[in-house]
């Protein structure tokens, strides 16, 4: 089943963006200092990737970049908050593979001060030699990104237009190779994980790890995804439909409404806006295993993971393993809400 699934995956053109499987650690040291003993916490370091600063989006890169280049595009426009990760790797993708890119970055998070507006991801994608089309408030960037590829197909240019957060069927395949890397670390280190948890955005990363597990013969309830964008009922549809549009890109069976679990209890105010819990979360991995979550998802869906475990969520002895899906630049952009 697993070869054949193998199979399935690599009848798709890819660019090569990862080098290697990302790395599972086990967190003894937050375990000692918040008391956890009913649970065994591991990380998966998806922001341990060896280019552009790593993240969840290089895997969803690695599949869109590679029907753009098959398809002879030159020119990559895709769309995102003004600080979005997905922005800065598809800049840095688009620059190690010799295309164009065009950032398309909407003002959707209430926040207006220099390091916001300056500093983190827009630093970033602006150094990688990307074209920033930064938009006042209220104008939608799908639009936008509709309008210009239209232009840059009348300069002659063969455009390639990348959804919000990668988050289209082909896309989400990137992460059905992610829950390979997790079932081989169980074989290899004899052990089962009972929950894999992560954050939820444009729900791609939640629906390609779902679609991974069911064609690999796993249920995909094993994931429980924190929403910090979309209300919960929003997330799970979303997730639902990328999923089983990801499936049928592979011919496999679909997923049933019951087998998406998306916790919507920790998003706080909205996106991009931290929680109290979301940067005590920050403080208490950073201070302990020197590792850095950032304030728009990780940390949000660390801090939902820390409260159930408190809660008593999950059976006692059970693996949880917490998919860290990288962010890192986005801790630049937030120096105001630290209190130093
Ligand atoms: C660091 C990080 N984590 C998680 C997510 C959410 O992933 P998805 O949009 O696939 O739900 C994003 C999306 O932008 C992200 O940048």
Redesign the pocket.
Known sequence: MRDAQKDILDAFDKVTLIESATPIQRLQKLELRLGIKRVNLYIKRD?HMAFAGG???LR?LEFLLGEAIAQGCDTIVTT?GLQ???ARLTAAASARLGLDCELVLGRVVPRHDAEYENNGNVLLDQIYGAKLHVLPQGEKAAKFAANRIQLLIEEGKRPYLIP????SPLG?LG?AKCSDEIMQYERDNDIRFEKVL???????????LAAGFVTRGRSPTIIR?YS??GEQEQAVQQTLKLANDALALVGSSEIAPNQIDVDGNHRGEGYGIPTAEALEAIASLAKTEGILL?P???AK?FAGMLHDIAAGDFVEGANLLFLF???GP?VYAYRSAFAF
């Open positions: 922001d993240g969840n989006k969803k995102g979005s990760n997905h919000m957060g990668g988050s989400a992460y992560l954050p939820n955005g444009s729900s791609g990363t939640h629906a390609g995804s910090v964008l950032d728009v998802y990780s869906a899906t990288g962010g986005g």
